[in-house]
């Protein structure tokens, strides 16, 4: 079980908005270390999807935000399109741990 | 622009060992932390080992300290991963990865901006 906790999956109609979150604790989150997301999409290496809480990489699509409150965080994705379907992953630093980790994962799957 | 090229995976047996390579081009490796992380099959992603841009600060996960080297060779802009003692729980793809570091509030901490491909490494009898 990973210390930051994601939904296993979420789904949403084409044109939806979805949300996936990330839950950690006051050891990396709430400690105020940042949250980077990242999308895989099936058969393919990650790629840096936000960094920063919710800085976008150039080429991002300005659907896809993030969030960070307490001792959690949050990826929006807005418009929902089929080539968003894919696993997408959280990650933080832990004091306690004394090194950086990622979420569980979390698959996304457009109806 | 940014490419790694990771070799170097196969299949080995139980106790053997492999030596993984992540050829990077488009940057000096020595300008960049560069971690190793690895994904079994159907799993997520778990973060095996990092080396600072200076080489003074490296990075093991629990799970494979003790086990696992990492080294560069500057000259070949190349980064390793040498594994030994190989266990069934190591099959996974491994991944090399870039890190520019995110600074924020005084402090930094690892992101991982560019990816290579990956490549499987298989352990079983």
């Known amino acids: 079980q990973s210390v930051l906790t994601q939904p296993p999956s979420v789904s949403g109609a084409p044109g939806q908005r979805v949300t996936i979150s990330c839950t950690g604790s006051?050891?990396?989150?709430?400690?105020?270390?940042?949250v980077h997301w990242y999308q895989q999409l099936p058969g393919t290496a990650p790629k840096l999807l936000i960094y920063?809480?919710?800085i976008r990489p150039s080429g991002v699509p300005d659907r896809f935000s993030g969030s960070k409150s307490g001792t959690s965080a949050s990826l929006a994705i807005t418009g929902l399109q089929a080539e968003d379907e894919a696993d997408y992953y959280c990650?933080?630093?832990?004091?306690?741990?004394?090194?950086?980790?990622f979420g569980g994962g979390t698959k996304l799957t457009v109806l | 622009q940014v490419q790694l090229v990771e070799s170097g995976g196969g299949l080995v047996k139980p106790g053997g060992s492999l030596r993984l390579s992540c050829a990077a081009s488009?940057?000096?490796?020595?300008?960049?932390?560069m971690s190793w992380i690895r994904q079994a099959p159907g799993k997520g992603l778990e973060w095996v080992s990092y080396?600072?841009?200076?080489?003074?600060?490296?990075y093991f996960a629990d799970s494979v300290k003790g086990r696992f080297t990492i080294s560069r060779d500057n000259a070949k802009n190349s980064l390793y991963l040498q594994m030994n003692s190989l266990r069934d729980e190591d099959t996974a793809v491994y991944y090399c990865?870039?890190?520019?570091?995110?600074?924020?509030?005084?402090?930094?901490?690892?992101?991982?901006?560019?990816w290579g491909q990956g490549t499987l490494v298989t352990v079983s009898s």
């Open positions: 990650q933080s630093h832990d004091s306690s741990l004394r090194g950086s980790l």
């Open positions: 990865a870039r890190d520019p570091r995110y600074c924020s509030g005084g402090s930094c901490q690892a992101v991982l901006d560019h």
């Open positions: 488009g940057f000096t490796l020595t300008d960049f932390y």
């Open positions: 920063g809480n919710s």
């Open positions: 006051s050891s990396n989150i709430g400690a105020g270390y940042d």
């Open positions: 080396i600072s841009s200076s080489g003074s600060t490296i």
